[in-house]
Structures are given as structure tokens and as C-alpha cells.
């Protein structure tokens, strides 16, 4: 299916949807049709909650996540654990890892990982501004959640390198250095050896952790 | 991931894009963190474009099809077959018959199939108007190109009674009887004899056409 649209505009909002991620013309015109067989009130929504997110989104001013003040509920978060902070890729990393129930400190958002081949350098994604936040807010520890990617181990490598430097200027605070950990890699919950890839195995025995009861 | 968003406008957002077809939440996240990380301009023609979808798209006062003008420019086609209809449920199915650059006549799009599961009624799309256009306009034959599913025999048989009222009734048109026709089926093109379900594979064979040379 591919031109004999019977109309220019269905075809240019075809076009449009088509940019969305993942989105062939197949799919882009299925939902331009959708949007056409709504009502008036739904389409009315539907675009005005598009154009409130365009307008209104803003980005936290320390972490770097989506939020609707100048500051998240996460960062202002009185319940929150303010000496540890976890370094992420983007905003969905957020939502999930605070979906565990199992991370009560802070967050920042890199906004993308370094990525030579996509031109991304570690001025285009927010290092900076995680290495400006460390001293001034008494953080203790770093924790790490990048993908397990070559572009993710590269990242980490340069943020730990950042890091590092910032524990060996021998201030006052060097008595307590910055501790640095990255997130465990292993077989997934749930998981069967026989059906594990080679690397990650092989991985999760040389990083094995001493069984405790 | 199911809560947490981090800001009420994108979860407003997720969840309109959410009730596009097919769309679940993960989906509708990515789609909405895409249209943030958008420039300025690219987002306000993405959204400008959905806007003048709405307002500006019309239905061919003919044939029902999407157009942008009031006949659209099949029905309005000098090099088109005007004598030949060929019935189909929706929008998607005349750009698909279309691009096999095998049919040249107009077309009807009925917007729809009977369907009593979901409380469609022959009233509930273009049937009257199919049958209200046969007459005026010389049609000499309707093909019917509906799904080879139960709701698509059941649309089939009704038209065919319809459209056949239209033969019986004896004015002078009954010399030349309109022709009613549905396109066949049978096992596709390349397709093999031990991969065809039973039904397509039985009906197939009762429907053999003989072979000429």
C-alpha cells in the first residue's frame, strides 16, 4: 500500500503519523483513519492533550526528568534517600526502576547514552551536569543503570573516569570517597541456564556473589 | 510499567494516544516522549497536520470515499468504467485494490459490514445509498469485495437480495439484468496446496473454474 491515497490530506497526516517511532504507513494510516471516525469532542482532546504536553512539559531542573514543576516530586521528595543517586538513560529507565519498589534515592536523567556512531559525545547528554551535582549535595553513593550495551559500558566507563576524579582531589572530602556501583548483570529472575546467551553466563559466573543465609 | 508517570500531562497524553488502535501504554510512551524531543517546528506541523485532517477531510458524495473535494476523483474520473461498482467495507480496501492496477470502475465504500455481534444493522452504512445509485447511473455491474468472513457473507447475501429486487421489478431495464458478481476465492498466488486451511482448499475445488489455453 503505497501511493493512490484519495486525498492530500489524509496523505500528509499519514506522513506525519508515519514519523512516529516504529510506525509503518500501514499502521500511520490506521490510526489517521481512527482519528476520522472519532467524534468531534474526542479528536478535540485527543490534539489538545497533545499540544498541553508540547507546551506545558517542563524537565527538572536537577535530574533532567519530564516533570510538570521546575523541580520533580522525585528531587523534592522529603521521603526519598538523598546521598544515593542513579544515573539513567531517559525517562522510561525512571518509571520502571521506580516501578520495582525497590529504589528510594534519587535519579539522573542522562537524556542518551554516548554513542560515536550517532554522533552522541558526552557533551551531548547531560554528564555535566551529574558531575556539577555530586559535591555540592553530599551524594554518597552513584549507582549506575545504564544499558548492557557497548554503548552503555562506554558511558559508564567515561562517568566512572568523571567520577573518579572528583574522589582523588584531595579536599576535606576525601576522607569519605564517593562510592560508584553499576547494576548487577546476570540470568533474569525466572530464568533457565540452557536458555541463557553464552555472554551473559558467562558473565554471571566470573561476577558470582558469595551465597549468604 | 503501569503508574509513576512523572508529570500529569504526559500520563493525559499517553492516554490518548493510548486509544489509537493497537496502541498499548508502552507504545503510547514512546510515542509521546517522540513527539517532546521534537523541534519547535516539526511538532507544530505534526500537530497542525492532525488539526486540518479534521476540519478539511471530506466523504465523496458518491462513493463515500475520503476526498477532498465533493466527488471524489475516481467517481469523477473520465478514464474510470462508470458501469461497473465494486462494493467494499472501507477506505483501506479501495487503496489496495487500487494499487493492483487491475480495476478501473468507481467504487462504494460502505463504511462498514453488518455485524449483529456489534450491533451493525444494514441501516448503519451505505447500503441504501448503493442501491438508491444503481439505477440513475447505468451501473451495469456491481462487484462485491467483501471480507470472506461470516459478517462479510452475511452483507454479501443481503445486497444480493437487494440489488436483485432491482431485476425483478419489470420496467424496461429488465432486457439488460444488472450483474452481480463477488470476487473469487481460493488459494492465493504462490501459495501451496498443504499450507491452504481445509475451507479455502474445499471451497476452492467446488469453485474450480475451467482451464482454457
Redesign the interface.
Known amino acids: 500500500?503505497?501511493?493512490?491515497?484519495?486525498?492530500?490530506?489524509?496523505e500528509?497526516?499519514v506522513?506525519?503519523l508515519n514519523?512516529?517511532?516504529?510506525v509503518g504507513k500501514k499502521?500511520a494510516?490506521?490510526?489517521?483513519?481512527?482519528?476520522?471516525k472519532q467524534d468531534e469532542e474526542e479528536?478535540q482532546?485527543?490534539?489538545d492533550?497533545?499540544?498541553?504536553?508540547?507546551q506545558?512539559?517542563r524537565y527538572?531542573r536537577m535530574c533532567h526528568?519530564?516533570?510538570?514543576t521546575e523541580v520533580?516530586?522525585?528531587c523534592s521528595g522529603i521521603n526519598r534517600d538523598h546521598h544515593t543517586l542513579c544515573v539513567v538513560e531517559?525517562?522510561?529507565d525512571?518509571?520502571?526502576i521506580?516501578?520495582t519498589g525497590q529504589y528510594f534515592g534519587l535519579y539522573h536523567v542522562l537524556g542518551g547514552i554516548i554513542s560515536p556512531m550517532d554522533g552522541v559525545g558526552p557533551k551531548d547528554i547531560e554528564i555535566d551536569s551529574l558531575v556539577a551535582r555530586i559535591l555540592p549535595e553530599q551524594i554518597s553513593e552513584v549507582i549506575l543503570a545504564l544499558p548492557t550495551t557497548m554503548e552503555g559500558d562506554t558511558t559508564n566507563f567515561y562517568i566512572f573516569r568523571r567520577l573518579q576524579a572528583l574522589n582523588s582531589t584531595g579536599d576535606e572530602h576525601s576522607a569519605t570517597p564517593l562510592k560508584i556501583s553499576q547494576i548487577s548483570r546476570g540470568i533474569a529472575v525466572g530464568g533457565e541456564i540452557e536458555c541463557t546467551d553464552e555472554l551473559t553466563l558467562g558473565r554471571s559466573i566470573v561476577n558470582r556473589i558469595e551465597f549468604k543465609i
Open positions: 500500500m503505497s501511493q493512490n491515497y484519495p486525498s492530500a490530506l489524509l500528509r497526516a506522513l506525519q514519523s512516529l517511532p516504529g499502521t494510516l490506521r490510526y489517521a483513519l481512527h482519528l476520522l479528536a482532546t485527543f490534539i492533550t497533545l499540544v498541553q504536553l508540547r506545558g512539559v527538572c526528568n519530564i516533570s510538570d520533580c516530586s522525585i531517559n525517562v522510561q525512571v518509571m520502571q521506580e516501578n
